[in-house]
């Protein structure tokens, strides 16, 4: 129930717009979108916090970069806007069921990633 599958991913020019999709089986108490470009470390993007009640972007895509989730669908969605060549890496979707996981970032199931490039 835990198991999360990414799709949505390809590859766009400066400026353009991609919707990630994730399929997950059960819904989690923490969810959300991942990314890892070659060599850096993985970096938590658009993360809903206390069954979507809470949600927490990261700087680099605040305003640009929206979760949102159909539950009827159990799918969650990244809607990515204004796209750059530094948005281009590797994006997961991730999910935990336990908040004392989640309240330290350590989250447990991991879907197999979908590419996304930017180019200029």
């Known amino acids: 129930q835990l198991q999360l599958e990414e799709s949505g991913g390809g590859s766009v020019e400066t400026g353009g717009s991609l919707r990630l999709s994730c399929a997950y089986g059960a819904r989690s108490f923490c969810q959300g979108w991942f990314r890892q470009a070659p060599g850096k470390a993985r970096e938590g993007l658009a993360l809903?916090?206390?069954?979507?009640?809470?949600?927490d972007y990261a700087a680099s895509v605040r305003g640009r970069f929206t979760i949102s989730e159909d539950i009827a669908k159990k799918t969650l969605y990244l809607q990515m806007n204004n796209l750059k060549p530094e948005d281009t890496a590797m994006y997961y979707c991730a999910a935990e069921e336990v908040g004392y996981n989640c309240r330290r970032r350590r989250y447990n199931s991991w879907g197999q990633g979908t590419q996304v490039t930017v180019s200029s």
């Open positions: 809903f916090y206390n069954n979507g009640r809470s949600t």
